[in-house]
């Protein structure tokens, strides 16, 4: 037998000072002193790792789940980095921004195959970026043969040559590069600013046009029925959108417009020369048509006073209604067919399933189905009117965004076709009301603020290019694919992620890197044609090791999200779920056999992979791939959408939330920002184990802050952070922290702030009592306690051990 590594004793690592008793509803974990190899013994029993850094071991040490408990590192995951040199390091493209599955990409398919781990991309193209370099020149400098645009990771064979990173052919540098904007110097073509910076924005010359920039057009498409009317969201729409109606995007060229409709469609005539705006109504749903051509799409510049009239207005115009019908098609027709012009953006606000004319739908939900645990049936559409409309608009450049706000069954999984191809976005509003859901009501006008102000692109496509042996076969977000490539996105907007999977055609063997880039063009709110260019390089390696200390645990998560979405939708929701666990079966049996000469019992993943198991089990708790638990069919729906179009931090937010404990946090370790103190309090492990009665505990969510107080927190901390002088006395609807000159308030403001600062729209925060309602969303997304219808994470592995040694 070959000599055994021998290992040192070493106690198991802890990340909090909770007691290690109990827990995971008393099933026991082992606790054992874990020998762990040291790190020469690791690389030696790995097939000799030599000159791998450090951190690259550390991401290969064995972690024994069964009994090691604290996993989570003490501040949110960040991505892991590549192992690439300090040069390439500091050129490279931000993981906000573009992000691979594994930051070591295998050299062949098999090696690939071997790992057992999806290789797929993560991108946030169009974020909002506090620096971006844009680039004004007569020249942009692409690859000849594969239209590669110039970049960080090129490599200058001389002053006048240059091969491309994904192709290898070898290009001249044209004259006009040789010169330098920056230092305004001639002659170091290597120092101009798109070949020191991996993401920038070139203003594009009349080559990368089909046609004149368009404007800036916004249409709006309202619901005025009873239902919507009474449920108020028109009133805060109106109120919102006279408060915006200047922060809107564009110029002096910006076109509105705007269509009502119930039983029939209503147009506004507003041109300017009208001293009121003029109603114009078309009863005929079955054969939509545009009443006047040229004053209902109207310059917002000339016509503003008579758009600010109408929104003043438009409430009270409906305010008596009684029309309970809802001729959504048609209205969608209309709209079409008033935007195919130009294209923009048409924004529809919907409160109901549509009942009359082309598109109306039946209701196909039963409530008794929504706990089965037997399958999910309707969560594709039941009619491909939304879809055919939504590709109709994308090749005339308009893109859907649809606001659903109905607590009713209205088939999402039907509605939401039409944004999903026309790279639209989907909001959903399920029980907003002025009166029952004030919070709610909160939440829209707050969206709609960033919805309405957010930099916005039009008539845009996105290509993604990878080094030649690399090849894209499927993409997962909200546009159409006009060719294998190349995305059609009527418009972009910053707050929308995309995905793609990948595959290794050839081997890379012949290069050391590997490398991606996407440019998108798009036409700027100001009419201007730019394009935004990122590149993302990585190191190629041929030991699977290699490939296991470079996975990127949240990254492969979203891209399993994407995909279980898509399988669920075209086989079922049960074979999505196990697709999911077999992902995590099938990546920890690949590990263990490949490191085999390491003996330990129990359940061993790499250190890489240690949060694997976790962030799967949460994933099959969402409302989007949960089963046995009472889920209304509109919201699993719409929890699928946000998987599909969410950018990486929101979708890891959402599945596995940040959790701290607030009454014991100190100064230590704190960030002293813009002369404030913001408290970095350790995460915690989302189990009930870890709240007590006298604590209080801040869960973050991304779109939501959960604030829980324990029934014996401490009077004086409550008094101090909340301004109440007990327990008792906090009010049951609290949605913020009030502004009190105490240490303890100020500290809690600036960490809520800190963290909302991470994200571009505003989280909204409900304050939750341990004996308030509240406490059940609150504690749904404990994902590793034990729930009626879903196991704890302790079980979770050992259901994951028992498969893996089937």
């Known amino acids: 037998m070959p000599n055994q590594p021998v290992y040192q004793q070493r106690p198991v690592s802890r990340t909090d000072s909770s007691p290690s008793h109990g827990g995971y509803n008393q099933t026991g974990y082992q606790h054992l002193p874990q020998p762990f190899p040291n790190m020469s013994q690791l690389s030696a029993a790995l097939g000799g790792l030599s000159g791998v850094p450090e951190l690259e071991v550390e991401a290969l040490r064995p972690v024994n789940l069964l009994q090691e408990r604290n996993l989570l590192p003490h501040q949110p995951l960040d991505a892991p980095e590549p192992n690439l040199s300090a040069d390439l390091k500091k050129a490279n493209c931000s993981p906000d921004t573009f992000r691979c599955t594994l930051t070591n990409i295998p050299q062949t398919q ?75 110097s001639y002659g170091e073509p290597h120092k101009r600013p798109e070949v020191q910076n991996s993401t920038v924005e070139f203003i594009a010359s009349s080559d990368y046009m089909l046609r004149p920039p368009q404007p800036a057009v916004y249409l709006f498409v309202l619901d005025v029925s009873h ?119 048409v924004s529809v606000f919907q409160t109901q399933l549509p009942t009359l004319g082309p598109g109306l739908l039946q209701s196909r939900e039963d409530p008794n189905q929504r706990s089965s645990t037997k399958g999910v049936q309707h969560l594709g559409p039941a009619t491909d009117f939304y879809k055919k409309l939504a590709l109709d608009c994308s090749g005339q450049q308009i893109g859907v965004d649809l606001f659903l706000l109905s607590s009713q069954y209205s088939d999402l999984a039907s509605l939401a076709c039409m944004s999903k191809f026309s790279a639209g976005s989907i909001f959903y509003y399920p029980s907003l009301h002025h009166v029952h859901n004030p919070a709610q009501l909160d939440k829209f006008q707050k969206d ?108 492969i998560t979203c891209l399993l999200a994407n995909m279980a979405i898509d399988r669920s939708i075209s086989s079922s929701l049960s074979d999505a779920r196990d697709a999911l666990v077999n992902a995590v079966v099938d990546s920890l049996s690949a590990y263990k056999n490949t490191v085999s000469n390491i003996q330990q019992s129990g359940l061993i993943a ?88 006298e604590g209080a505990f801040l869960m973050d969510c991304g779109s939501v802050f959960y604030l829980w107080i324990g029934k014996c927190c401490n009077d004086v901390f409550i008094r101090d952070m909340l301004g109440c002088p007990n327990h008792a006395s906090i009010p049951p609807s609290m949605t913020q922290i009030p502004e009190l000159e105490t240490p303890l308030s100020e500290r809690l403001r600036a960490l809520l702030a800190w963290l909302q600062d991470s994200r571009p729209f505003s989280s909204t925060l409900h304050v939750v009592k341990d004996d308030a309602t509240a406490k059940t969303s609150f504690f749904q997304h404990l994902v590793e306690d034990r729930s009626d219808s879903a196991l704890s994470y302790y079980e979770f592995l050992l259901h994951i051990q028992q498969q893996m040694s089937k």
């Open 448 to 555: 709609l603020e960033r919805y309405l102000t957010r930099k916005i692109g039009f008539e845009a496509v996105m290509r993604i290019r990878c080094t030649k042996g690399l090849s894209i076969h499927t993409f997962h977000g909200n546009f159409f694919v006009r060719s294998t490539d190349l995305l059609s996105l009527a418009n972009i907007n910053p707050d929308s992620g995309f995905a793609v999977q990948m595959s290794i055609e050839e081997s890379l063997a012949d290069t050391s890197l590997a490398c991606f880039q996407s440019a998108l063009l798009y036409t700027s709110s100001k009419g201007k044609r730019r394009i935004r260019v990122h590149t993302l390089c990585l190191p190629v390696v041929s030991q699977l090791s290699d490939v296991y200390a470079g996975a990127d645990v949240q990254a």
């Open 110 to 184: 098999a090696l690939l195959n071997k790992a057992r781990l999806p290789l797929g991309l993560l991108l946030h193209p169009f974020r909002d970026l506090a620096q971006l370099p844009v680039i004004t020149s007569n020249t942009i400098v692409r690859c000849r043969s594969c239209r590669t645009y110039i970049n960080p990771f090129v490599s200058f064979l001389d002053q006048r040559r240059w091969k491309c990173n994904l192709c290898y052919r070898v290009n001249d540098v044209p004259d006009e590069f040789m010169y330098n904007p920056v230092t305004r």
């Open 606 to 693: 790499p250190a890489a992979l240690c949060l694997f198991p976790l962030y799967v089990l949460a994933l099959l708790k969402q409302k989007a791939l949960r089963m046995g638990t009472s889920t209304k069919l509109d919201e699993r729906v719409f929890a699928m959408c946000e998987f599909k179009s969410q950018p990486l931090q929101q979708i890891m937010r959402a599945v596995h939330p940040d959790l701290y404990r607030l009454d014991t946090m100190s100064d230590q370790g704190a960030l002293h920002l813009n002369d404030c103190i913001v408290p970095q309090p350790h995460l915690l492990h989302l189990t009930a184990e870890k709240l007590t009665r």
């Open 227 to 345: 239902n919507a009317v009474e449920g108020g969201y028109l009133n805060v729409f109106c109120h919102t959108l006279l408060e915006n109606l200047d922060k809107m995007p564009g110029d002096t060229r910006t076109r509105v417009g705007f269509i009502t409709f119930n039983s029939t469609i209503h147009f506004y005539n507003l041109h300017e020369s009208l001293s009121q705006p003029q109603m114009l109504v078309v009863s005929d749903i079955d054969d939509i048509f545009i009443p006047t051509h040229d004053s209902l799409l109207v310059n917002l510049k000339e016509s503003r006073a008579l758009v600010r009239v109408l929104l003043t207005s438009l409430h009270s115009m409906f305010s008596q209604t009684r029309e309970t019908h809802s001729a959504l098609g048609p209205a969608l027709q209309a709209a079409y067919k008033l935007t195919s012009p130009t294209g923009g953006r």
